[in-house]
């Protein structure tokens, strides 16, 4: 399974970004997707989940009300749309996959991760 993120960048505090995940290989419509980030210096952590058939949707409470996760499993991609972004929401994102369809917000749980893309928020 390879996953690749995109749609990271520069953007201003209060901006918006989507990002993206195409997946390839694998069963996708049967795995949870998660996003995750790491800030430097910090420890990898979780942004948001979604569970294959999209009914359940999970946030990191510092995210909550700003981000969506949204997946379409017919093109093997999710998204995670970012609103009203903060200096503090600056970090590498990654896009991750748990094979076993579980919702978990723990790095060890996730199977397959992608390379990761840069979200910079300058205040």
């Known amino acids: 399974v390879q996953l690749v993120e995109s749609g990271g960048g520069l953007v201003q505090a209060g901006g918006s970004l989507r990002l993206s995940c195409a997946a390839s290989?694998?069963?996708?419509?049967?795995?949870?997707m998660g996003w995750f980030r790491q800030a430097p210096g910090k420890e990898r952590e979780f942004v948001a989940a979604a569970k294959w058939s999209d009914s359940g949707t999970y946030y990191a409470d510092s995210v909550k009300g700003r981000f969506t996760i949204s997946r379409d499993n017919a093109k093997n991609t999710v998204w995670l749309q970012m609103n009203n972004l903060k200096p503090e929401d600056t970090a590498v994102y990654y896009c991750?996959?748990?094979?076993?369809?579980?919702?978990?917000?723990?790095?060890?749980?996730?199977?397959?991760w992608g390379r990761g893309t840069q979200v910079t928020v300058s205040s």
């Open positions: 290989g694998g069963t996708f419509s049967a795995y949870t």
């Open positions: 991750a996959a748990d094979r076993y369809g579980m919702v978990s917000r723990h790095v060890p749980e996730y199977d397959y």
